[in-house]
């Protein structure tokens, strides 16, 4: 039998996750709280992938285990597969979820207002705010999907990209190796 | 006297929408490590889990009082009661108990045999002062505070440091009926 | 009788190893499992026999030596698993599912957050799980 939480268990950690390095560690250095919570995600991605390649034959190339994240992996935590994968044949995918569950259930936090309007004098609008909080909130799956990719042999960086919301991208460049 | 009758937590965990326990737990663990790493200290870890749980319990009690019916508690007794028997379950997908009561009613102790945040996790050697679960005291303790319940909520026992269940005692200081938002005739 | 297993991690660094024997012969099971890595690498990169086999975890028999038999598996993540027997009778299926168990084990023992990779497996639980495991070795497909 498979042990499962509430999903608002998984949403609420993450949030105050997120909130915890951005408003209260690193409150004026936001690239040390996104190294911090990639570095978070990357655990787990490595951790998930050992976990969910038991059992199945070792992938033959770059290419099935992207596949694999696209497919198995994503299916395990979202309950959805990929929507679209691209590459460029370069070393390059490109992995969309055209609703990515992390960013559609994900509320603006009312306390991360609250304690990050005393420190922000950069007065961004509400909009910017909203969408640097957003991609916070993505160094996590990005970390999980290096961490995952990493473990099978594969190092790479992982950045996001959500100029098409509720869609977000993930983008995977491969490390020559 | 008995109290409002809440939806059993079974019925609202199987109506919720559910995740694979192995993410929280990893999720959580990961949290963990990366705060030992960067605070170093094994109390002040204590103190930031505490902290994340409050700032939790205190969003999380809205779900709580929507999703389980119990618009509102009488009293202490019947408010640990809840949020043990409906609350860990709809969140956790576990039951606790409720022991040890005090003579006056304003303490008791939470008992947990199940707990899915320790899944795999064998403390080093070096993190013995650590309260792994720590989390879960602020969300107690965050939850209550929202319904006006000001407590203070310590580990007694816990699995981990080699005890055969997790026991949370519950000590209410301070109950101010009075500031509860939801009135009656809302 | 199972007298040694090895998890080995993807530079062949050592992750854990166990033997089960009560003679002194502790060093001569390392060696064994040591010269069985290149047995794996080899069967690895060079895959003879190709159709079903390749890429299974399960990699079979690496080699027979003296009185033992050795046994290895690949998981995904480029981890070795060694196991050497002395029984000289061996069903296929007893050493899949050991494998397939011992797996799950250890799954389960990097799955602790304060495991770090690459490092050695110093889980207790872990060392009682395959010690178990062990024991059990052969019996689950007679009955």
Redesign the interface.
Same mark, same amino acid.
């Given at each position: 039998m498979v042990r499962e939480v509430s999903e608002s268990c998984v949403d609420s950690l993450l949030t105050e996750m997120v909130s915890c390095y951005c408003n209260r560690f690193y409150v004026n250095k936001p690239e040390l709280a996104a190294r911090r919570i990639e570095a978070i995600g990357y655990q787990v991605g490595h951790q998930l992938s050992e976990r969910y390649t038991m059992e199945r034959p070792r992938f033959t190339d770059h290419l099935e285990a992207i596949k694999f994240i696209c497919k198995d992996f994503w299916s395990e935590l979202f309950k959805k597969q990929i929507d679209n994968l691209k590459t460029n044949h370069r070393g390059t995918f490109v992995l969309q979820d055209n609703k990515f569950r992390w960013l559609a259930r994900m509320s603006v936090d009312p306390s991360t207002d609250k304690v990050s309007s005393v420190e922000d004098n950069t007065s961004p609008t509400a909009e910017n705010k909203a969408a640097q909080s957003m991609s916070m909130h993505l160094y996590f799956p990005c970390g999980i999907i290096r961490g995952a990719l990493s473990n099978l042999g594969i190092p790479c960086a992982v950045s996001a990209d959500i100029s098409n919301l509720p869609a977000c991208s993930f983008v995977v460049r491969i490390k020559a190796g | 006297m008995p109290p409002v009758a809440p939806r059993s937590g079974d019925a609202i965990?199987a109506n #919720?929408? +559910? #995740?694979? @326990?192995?993410?929280?737990?990893?999720?959580?663990? @990961?949290?963990? +490590?990366?705060l030992l790493t960067?605070l170093e200290e094994v109390e002040e870890v204590n103190k930031?889990l505490d902290? !994340?749980g409050y700032?939790?319990g205190i969003?999380?009690i809205d779900?709580f009082l929507a999703k389980s019916n119990v618009s509102r508690c009488n009293d202490f007794r019947e408010t640990t009661d809840v949020i043990a028997k409906v609350g860990f379950k !709809?969140?956790?997908?576990v039951t606790a108990s409720v022991t040890n009561w005090d003579a006056d009613g304003t303490c008791c102790s939470i008992v947990l045999e199940d707990n899915?945040l320790v899944?795999?996790?064998?403390?080093?050697d070096n993190?013995q002062g650590l309260y792994y679960c720590n989390i879960l005291s602020g969300v107690i303790r965050g939850a209550l505070d929202m319904v006006s319940m000001k407590t203070e909520v310590t580990w007694l026992r816990d699995v981990l440091r080699g005890d055969d269940v997790f026991e949370l005692q519950v000590k209410l200081l301070k109950h101010v009926p009075e500031e509860y938002p939801y009135k009656d005739d809302e | 009788m199972i007298v040694c297993v090895a998890v080995v991690g993807h530079q062949n660094n050592p992750l854990f190893i166990q033997s089960f024997t009560e003679a002194d012969d502790a060093l001569k099971l390392h060696h064994i499992v040591h010269c069985s890595l290149d047995v794996v690498d080899e069967r690895v990169n060079n895959p003879k026999k190709s159709g079903p086999m390749l890429n299974e975890t399960f990699l079979g028999l690496l080699y027979p030596i003296e009185n033992y038999k050795v046994y290895g598996y690949l998981t995904n993540t480029k981890v070795k698993f060694i196991l050497v027997t002395t029984d000289l009778d061996v069903k296929d299926a007893d050493v899949r599912n050991f494998f397939r168990r011992f797996h799950a084990a250890y799954v389960d023992a990097v799955s602790n957050p304060f495991h770090v990779p690459g490092k050695k497996i110093t889980s207790r639980t872990f060392a009682e799980r395959v010690s178990t495991i062990v024991k059990s070795f052969g019996f689950s497909s007679a009955g």
């Open positions: - | 965990f #919720v929408e +559910r #995740v694979n @326990a192995e993410l929280f737990t990893l999720t959580y663990g @990961a949290i963990v +490590r990366q960067d930031q902290q !994340m700032n939790i969003r999380l779900e !709809m969140f956790l997908g899915p899944d795999f996790v064998e403390l080093p993190c | -």
